[in-house]
């Protein structure tokens, strides 16, 4: 069984339209995150969730909102799509808050817009 | 504010060379530290991690790395590196945001390790 999922694994879209991207963890974890990697390969966290609480939001535009119906899914919703937003965004999740827990990846989402 | 520098963008190594990879950190307390790596179209897998205690740590693939505090570095080794090792890697140290609380990584820029037959 999969750790994270994240679905779907490709999304190309047009500019202007709204998107959702999910992400499941069966590890019992805790803790779950959103990172964008950019086109260098640049990794930058977007949110973080602790038991359906947000935790930190990294300065990321208010068009991007997560959203965690349980401690097992955490989802991203993207309003009016910009073509910036173009990027791999991947899940993560960690048992507990502590800076020195494993983070576990998902397989990553590749978003194109158009 | 924490931050990760990864000097080299690109290293090219032969087939059963040894290798090291560089990662520096800057953090004000005691660092987590982590090494990642990302195979063409893949997510992160962790390879090793640091806490505290001994300061060479040994992680899967046959890699290893040490946490040199005076240096602020955690330089990531390999003695023999095989075609397979051909990824991107990503040093990343973890920190907490609030009060003991979460705990985003802050990764470097990663290097591209291409192996030469």
């Known amino acids: 069984d999969t750790a994270v999922s994240q679905t779907p694994k490709y999304l190309v879209t047009q500019m202007g339209n709204d998107k959702s991207i999910k992400c499941e963890q069966n590890l019992g974890h805790d803790t779950m995150y959103w990172y964008k990697q950019d086109s260098k390969k640049f990794l930058k966290i977007m949110f973080s969730y602790n038991n359906k609480e947000l935790i930190i939001n990294e300065t990321v535009p208010n068009r991007f909102s997560p959203k965690s119906p349980d401690k097992a899914h955490l989802n991203l919703h993207i309003n009016s799509l910009e073509l910036g937003d173009s990027a791999v965004y991947f899940c993560a999740s960690s048992q507990g808050l502590a800076g020195q827990e494993t983070q576990y990846f998902g397989p990553g989402t590749r978003l194109l817009v158009l | 504010a924490q931050s990760v520098t990864q000097p080299d963008i690109h290293i090219t190594v032969s087939e059963g060379a040894s290798l090291e990879l560089r990662c520096n950190y800057s953090?004000?307390?005691?660092?987590?530290l982590f090494w990642y790596v990302q195979s063409p179209g893949q997510g992160l897998q962790l390879l090793l991690k640091?806490?505290?205690?001994?300061?060479l740590v040994q992680g899967i693939k046959g890699f290893e790395a040490e946490f040199k505090r005076s240096q602020s570095s955690f330089n990531l080794r390999k003695p023999s590196v095989h075609w397979s090792d051909a990824a991107e890697y990503f040093c990343?140290?973890?920190?907490?945001?609030?009060?003991?609380?979460?705990?985003?990584?802050?990764f470097g820029k990663g290097t591209h390790l291409i192996i030469q037959p």
């Open positions: 640091y806490f505290s205690g001994d300061t």
């Open positions: 990343a140290v973890g920190v907490s945001y609030s009060g003991g609380g979460a705990d985003g990584l802050t």
């Open positions: 953090y004000g307390a005691t660092p987590y």
